[in-house]
Each structure stands twice: as structure tokens, then as C-alpha cells.
């Protein structure tokens, strides 16, 4: 953690520009700890510091750490082209905070996205390289079939890539439910490996990433939270 001047500190938390954040101080709409303060110039130790702005408390973060129930429909762009971004769901300080989505979701699959503004964790998550498994719920058009577990675990090969595509774990949940386990992150893989497999893939919803499940954090669809450093762990 560092000091710098309160204006500073607004900016780095998203609230807008240095001239825009300024405003907001000498309006008297800050207050750092709990004490009002309208001088933009005043520099605070960023550690534990709490601002709050319109009455509402904001704890400083250097970088955000968030995980998002994704609804269908949104696109997991900074610049969407058909539907809202994922963008949208989140206060507008995320934005200014230069927040993005950790790999993507198709804009017609649910369930947990993660987004930050810290570069090297937004890499580091989405290299192939780190094996990380990602719990998938694939419901299919035909009904599934123990021939299709098999042939998912076995691996099926997928145009463009070298080598078959094998899922870590497949179960059958239902009729035309399916769990799948991947590590590879490959485009529209779920989607694609079913079909090579001779189904279809009619809805697909990711409920955990690693050890991180959307059953543990709670939040509804539309819905987000920040990630503490024991939940972060889990994604290893």
C-alpha cells in the first residue's frame, strides 16, 4: 500500500476523472474513514481506508477481484456487438476501473464469470498452461445415453485442433442433463464436443471454477460479489 492525494485515490477506485473526482471532494460528497474531507490534495495511507461517496461506503482495493452469475443474453465484451455486456451488470466504476472478463462465456450460457482489473491474474487465469477444471451443466437435445458418457471421456476430435478432446469427468445427471468437467477452455468446446459426439447442446450453465462454486458464494443471476484471498485460492 502507498499514500496519495484523495483525488488520486477516487480516480484508481473508477469514480471517474482527476477533474470529476476533485468536484466530488470540494462538493463535500467524500468522507475517508468515516470523516469528511474536501480538500483533494490531502494524502491517505491507502491501507484499510473506506471512503465514502453519496453515502455510500466504498473499501480501496488496488485491484478487484470479482465473480459474476452471468445471466444469458450478455456478451463478455467490453465492446459488445448483438447483446448488453456483462458490463452493465456491474456499478459504473468498474468500467472506469478498466474491469474485464477472465476468458468468456457465450452470450447464450449462464453461470460464473470472474472479472478484474489486475492484468497478470486476469493471464495467469486464463492460460491454458494452468489445467484449472471448469464444472459444466450441459442439458442436451437427444437424450443422453451411457455411449455418449463414454465417448466424451474417451475424447473426440474437433475441427481445428490436433488432438482429441477428452472431459476430465462426465455424469449423467438426467435425461438430458449432463456434468462435465473440462480443463482446456477451448472455443465453444462444450458445444462442440457434443455435437462431434452426435447431440446437441441446448443450454449450458458453469457452476464452478477449480474449487470455486456459485453455490458457495450465494449470489442470484445477475448478481456479483468481490473475491476475498481464501476464495481466490481455490481457483489454483
Not at 133 to 158: F, M, N, R, S
Amino acid at each position: 500500500m502507498s499514500k496519495l492525494s484523495l483525488d488520486r485515490i477516487l480516480q484508481s477506485q473508477g469514480f471517474g476523472t482527476r477533474k470529476y473526482c476533485r468536484a466530488l471532494i470540494e462538493d463535500g460528497e467524500v468522507a475517508v474513514n468515516g470523516a469528511p474531507h474536501s480538500n483533494y490534495k490531502t494524502t491517505f495511507d491507502t491501507e484499510d481506508l473506506v471512503l465514502t461517496i453519496f453515502d455510500e461506503e466504498w473499501a480501496y482495493r488496488e485491484h478487484v477481484y470479482l465473480a459474476l452469475n452471468k445471466p444469458a443474453n450478455f456478451e463478455c465484451s467490453r465492446k459488445p456487438s448483438h447483446h448488453p455486456g456483462v458490463l452493465t451488470l456491474l456499478p459504473e466504476q468498474f468500467t472506469w476501473r478498466e474491469v474485464q472478463p477472465v476468458g468468456r462465456l457465450d452470450h447464450d450460457t449462464t453461470g460464473m464469470l470472474l472479472m478484474s482489473d489486475d492484468g497478470p491474474f486476469i493471464h495467469a487465469q486464463s492460460s491454458p498452461k494452468r489445467h484449472v477444471p471448469k464444472i459444466y451443466q450441459a442439458t442436451t437435445q437427444d437424450p443422453v445415453t451411457p455411449e455418449l458418457v463414454a465417448q466424451l471421456l474417451a475424447g473426440v476430435k474437433l475441427h481445428d485442433e490436433p488432438a482429441p478432446l477428452a472431459a476430465v469427468t462426465c455424469i449423467e445427471r438426467g435425461e438430458h442433463q449432463l456434468e462435465i468437467v473440462l480443463e482446456q477452455g477451448k472455443y465453444h468446446q462444450v458445444k462442440r464436443m457434443l455435437a462431434a459426439a452426435g447431440n446437441h447442446c441446448v443450454a449450458l450453465h458453469r457452476s464452478a471454477i477449480g474449487g470455486l462454486t456459485l453455490a458457495s458464494l450465494g449470489i442470484a443471476e445477475g448478481e456479483w460479489c468481490y473475491l476475498d484471498q481464501s476464495q481466490l485460492d481455490l481457483l489454483r
